[in-house]
DNA sequence: TATTGTTATACTCTATAACTATA
DNA sequence: TATAGTTATAGAGTATAACAATA
């Protein structure tokens, strides 16, 4: 999927390849199980993170997001062009918008997210659940160490 | 070094964001560990790869490692500018380059990858020697199912 | 005619600077 | 004066097309 021929094992033993071709590998497994929902797995992740919080204005979604503001504006335009999400202006501070929801988008969250699952499932389809857990803990070990 | 906020843990226990931050802090550890030898961790990896080879041509190179062959030639005018590489006509083919390391190649080879075991290490500072182990084995095997 | 290395061009992604409307 | 959203611009990074030398 990566790579079509032997790195030799002095290259592929290493944690940044690893990695990388993990991460390839299940972002090409997002595009074919997303592609049926019309979104990316950026977008996914927006819709996640919009899902489970009090509404918020684009910058702080976005600092949140670890995106830039500019960058924001461009996801947004895609996600309410697909009636995913609305911008509504904030009553209490007119320059801001608060982004929401919309049925579509929740509806639209609930499917691709058993979508998602069936990547990581499929990403992981070499290990029994025991490990595939035991992966997912050791990652968010290594992660958290630099919160 | 990723993101400052908390993302909730919906989005941060997936898969695609676990592997992403791990390989941008590894990035971020790589980059400040090989500072002192002026060479990119993609860099290292292309010497380490020439190290364990019979002389290759730039495009045979640029297949194995998954890169253009016209990103190849910055890759190389850059290793080449810095007196790593040496790019030596094919005798036989005299359309093709070989490229082999240099003496000072070699020694930044060897250098460099103890600073590389080293941004290894910190990245997985939280783990024991068992759990790293583990954490490579795993990777190993999700990624080799798709070979 | 096809292939290697190269250069020129275009495309994507993202960040910086500048503009507007509000505060 | 400062800030939220937006737009315009510029910068990396990479891929496609075109070119010269050789096969």
């Known amino acids: 999927m990566t790579s079509e021929a032997d790195l ?23 595009e074919q199980h997303l592609r049926p929902f019309g979104i990316t797995a950026r977008e996914l992740a927006v819709l996640l993170f919009l899902d489970g919080r009090e509404p918020e204005s684009q910058q702080q979604a976005a600092a ?13 335009d895609a996600l309410e062009g697909k009636d995913l999400v ?3 202006p904030d009553v209490e501070d007119r320059r801001r918008n608060v982004i929401v929801l919309t049925d579509t988008g929740q509806a639209t969250l609930r499917k691709a997210m ?4 069936a990547a990581e499932r499929q990403l992981l389809a070499e290990l029994d659940d025991r490990e595939a857990a035991q992966l997912r803990e050791l990652l968010k070990r290594v992660t958290s160490g630099r919160a």
Do not use: I, N
């Open 8 to 30: 030799g094992p002095r290259l592929s033993r290493r944690l940044a390849y690893l990695l990388k071709r993990a991460m390839v590998d299940l972002d090409t497994l997002h």
């Open 114 to 117: 058993r979508a998602s699952d």
């Open 64 to 76: 949140h997001l670890g995106v830039d503001r500019t960058t924001m504006v461009g996801l947004l």
């Open 86 to 88: 609305a911008r509504r």
